[in-house]
Nanobody, 116 residues
Framework: QVQLVESGGGLVQPGGSLRLSCASSGDIFRLSSMGWYRQTPGKQRDLVASITSGGAPNYADSAKGRFTISRDNAKKTVYLQMNSLKPEDTAVYYC??????????WGQGTQVTVSS
């Protein structure tokens, strides 16, 4: 059974930075695609960034140029570096894993609040 545990959320001022981490249990991390999604109350969960097992990143338009996704297979951890944060980035951020057999796993979420 895979468990994903996010950390690194918090309160930051506009223009600031945060680094989210998502640590995975189990043995399939290096074979899996990983992603970060975010959700605000009453809205659907949207993709922010993803990274393939081979390390190829993909970004939502809102994240391009500001956010960077990366992974460390030895640590079974995926990161989301968020710079130049805006109030509209405020959301609960969720880590996602798509296993080699296309099973989805989710973390519990971490709150990011961008406010002065």
């Amino acid at each position: 059974q895979v468990q994903l545990v996010e950390s690194g959320g918090g309160l930051v001022q506009p223009g600031g930075s945060l680094r989210l981490s998502c640590a995975s249990s189990g043995d399939i991390f290096r074979l899996s695609s990983m992603g970060w999604y975010r959700q605000t109350p009453g809205k659907q969960r949207d993709l922010v960034a993803s990274i393939t097992s081979g390390g190829a990143p993909n970004y939502a338009d809102s994240a391009k140029g500001r956010f960077t996704i990366s992974r460390d297979n030895a640590k079974k951890t995926v990161y989301l570096q968020m710079n130049s944060l805006k109030p509209e980035d405020t959301a609960v951020y969720y880590c996602n894993m798509i296993s080699p057999v296309y099973r989805n796993y989710w973390g519990q979420g971490t709150q990011v609040t961008v406010s002065s």
